[in-house]
């Protein structure tokens, strides 16, 4: 039972590169996030979707974006990444915002 | 808005000692409460949740949570501690409206010694 997937696990970047971290999930949830999770800090949302084809800001959005093509497919892009983005990035998945949340097992991305 | 605070980022107890992690929300509507706990390198795991119903809620692992609405709490207890529950801890607070999100506390470390 996969659950969350997220790829991939670790990353390392130079200031100004541009990734995609990809999140799948195979419970047919509607709602999907992506966290970010800093020492001292816990979970701060970036952004989240309630279902495919929307997305909505959270409380960190900026300098990310995102894409619900699929609805298995939650996708966070950085465009033109900066050291304040070494994080673990956490995505997870509802079938609705009161229910519990699924997470993945995060990626851990340094930017140099 | 909704917020969560979580008293003592570090918590240590002996093994076969009570565990207590306390929580402290702010609502402006009934709320949907949630503990999950995150071992090392691993994402988060729901122990329990409040969803309006019985105010004791038991989870996985011998953890339960009292839901108080006169002191705003949620904390979380567990009557001996095994070793195994070393781990970070977090409560998470969700107002029962349609498109809600959830807020997460800043986490409690709790450290569990022989």
């Given amino acids: 039972?996969?659950?969350?997937?997220?790829?991939?696990?670790?990353?390392?970047?130079?200031?100004?590169?541009?990734?995609?971290?990809?999140?799948?999930?195979?419970?047919?949830?509607?709602?999907?996030?992506?966290?970010?999770?800093?020492?001292?800090?816990?979970?701060?949302?970036?952004?989240?979707?309630?279902?495919?084809?929307?997305?909505?800001?959270?409380?960190?959005?900026?300098?990310?974006?995102?894409?619900?093509?699929?609805?298995?497919?939650?996708?966070?892009?950085?465009?033109?990444?900066?050291?304040?983005?070494?994080?673990?990035?956490?995505?997870?998945?509802?079938?609705?915002?009161l229910q519990p949340q699924h997470f993945g097992d995060g990626t851990r991305l340094s930017i140099l | 808005a909704q917020s969560v605070t979580q008293l003592g980022s570090h918590v240590s107890v002996s093994e076969g000692a009570l565990v207590l992690l306390r929580c402290n929300y702010s609502s402006s509507v009934p709320p949907y409460l949630f503990w999950y706990v995150q071992y090392p390198n691993q994402g988060l795991q729901l122990l329990l949740k409040y969803t309006s119903a019985a105010t004791l809620v038991k989870g996985i692992n011998g953890f339960e949570a009292e839901f108080k609405k006169s002191e705003t709490s949620f904390h979380l207890t567990k009557p001996s501690a095994h070793m195994s529950d070393a781990a970070e801890y977090f409560c998470a607070v969700s107002d029962n409206s349609g498109y809600s999100t959830l807020t997460f506390g800043k986490g409690t470390m709790l450290l569990v010694s022989p």
């Fill in chain 1, 1 to 97: 039972n996969a659950g969350v997937t997220q790829t991939p696990k670790f990353r390392v970047l130079k200031t100004g590169q541009s990734m995609t971290l990809l999140c799948a999930q195979d419970m047919n949830h509607e709602y999907m996030y992506w966290y970010r999770q800093d020492p001292g800090m816990g979970l701060r949302l970036i952004h989240y979707s309630v279902g495919e084809g929307t997305t909505a800001k959270g409380e960190v959005p900026d300098g990310y974006n995102v894409s619900r093509l699929k609805k298995q497919n939650f996708l966070l892009g950085l465009e033109s990444a900066a050291p304040s983005q070494t994080s673990v990035y956490f995505c997870a998945s509802s079938q609705n915002p």
